[in-house]
């Protein structure tokens, strides 16, 4: 019997799928109560957001019980950290250490890391997500003790709140989400959702930095700096846009909580067309790689504006911060973004064939699903079958990222050993 040898993304593909079908099996067993009767795919597309750390819900997440609630918080954490992650850490923690095997994939996986680090980082990972959560759960707790709830009950809103926000996953369980909810909430929610965001490379060297005064790498000042700019600029702009209708604290809020989080602190269906499009954008640029998040990413973002800005000014080098990006880097950030734009123009098209959404809805629906946030303009609990299957294959798509599924039908990189000349196109 030959062996199957499988790519570290293919592993990852393979992994999510066997995830989501035990997600789904665990949604429908006997403790696992709704108010409403769960049908297999209503289990399937919950077991898939929650995975996928998306947020979108066809039934209520406050109608589980407790098992139910508990077991979505357990899909959402091992669906955030990653399979290849989590079973690298495990291995770590029982064996003490890595194989070069699996040390070469969690690196091919995760592009920043370099091989030599693959222990260390992945030691912090678990440290990092379990003590930001414990952070959020003491913070949140105060917020819903402000609100009047007893001991007991803002403990669990607190502890449930907080994964889900570090996770980015944006579930709740308040069928308003955060709507009319204290600052304090709203603030922890926040940065629990943009530490998340920020990939656990650029959290490991903050880390690092703070304890051995070391220099941020060039990967780390491109995601802070593009993720401020993006969180300041959507701020401003739903201020503006909504003119008086919004505060700042929601406004924050939602410009953090729209490129991946999902939960919403405003009613969605009441803001004007602009603050509708701004959100639809900071949808499809996402979070950054590594990180619990989706979109295109913010370095594949910042590529491509900073890219069209050189070429504007006539430069034939991309050059920032005293470095030069190379070319197959700023093909690569315009591929997966063209893939990524192509995904969600299908989906969008095969939705609009079988639903009575408006365009509108629609499109909103899709780049949510695509990009792992989970905001809704209110249709998801109204999908047919049809509109199920397509978002969850979107949601699915959209976790595990384009290139990930391009990558995991390539064996190995293929390089052209001829050099044809130049051609030239007007």
Known sequence: MSKINLNPWQYLIISFLILILFGTIILQLPFVTHTNKITTIDAC????????VTGLTTVSTSGFNLFGQLSLLLLMQLGAIGIMTL????????????????????????????????????KS?????FITEFI??????????????????????????????????????????????NPLIKFTISFLIIIGSLGYFVIYELMEKHKHHRKLSFHSKIVITTTIILVLGGTLLLLLFENGNMNFTDSFFQSVTTRT?????????????????????????????????????????????ISIFSILKGRTKVVIYNRTISIKQIIKAFATSFIYFGIIVLGVILLLQE?????????????????????????TPNLDTYGKIIIIALMFIGRLG??????????????????YPEGNIY
């Open 402 to 419: 384009p290139a990930s599924l391009a990558l995991a039908t390539m064996r190995k990189e293929k390089q052209l050993k001829i050099k």
């Open 355 to 379: 639903s009575k959404f408006s365009l509108q809805e629609t499109l909103f629906e899709v780049i949510s699903a695509m990009g792992t946030v989970g905001l809704s303009l209110g249709i």
């Open 45 to 52: 597309f919950t077991a898939t957001s929650a995975i996928c």
């Open 136 to 181: 959020g759960f003491i913070f949140l707790t105060f917020g819903f003790l402000l609100e009047g709830l007893p001991i007991k009950s803002a403990l669990y809103q607190g502890f449930f709140h907080s994964i889900s926000a570090f996770c980015n996953a944006g579930f709740s369980t308040y069928d308003t989400s955060i709507v009319n909810l």
């Open 261 to 305: 989080a999902g939960f919403n602190s405003v009613d969605l269906t009441k803001l004007n067309y602009a603050s509708i499009f701004l959100i639809l954008l900071l949808m499809f640029i996402g979070a950054s790689p590594g990180s619990t998040g989706g979109g295109i990413k913010t370095t594949t973002f910042f590529v491509i504006i």
């Open 87 to 122: 079973t690298s850490s495990f291995l770590i923690a029982f064996r003490g250490k890595l194989s070069l095997k699996h040390k070469i994939s969690f690196s091919k996986l995760q592009e920043n890391y370099e091989i030599k680090d693959a222990n260390s980082i992945l």
């Open 125 to 129: 990972i678990l440290k990092i997500t």
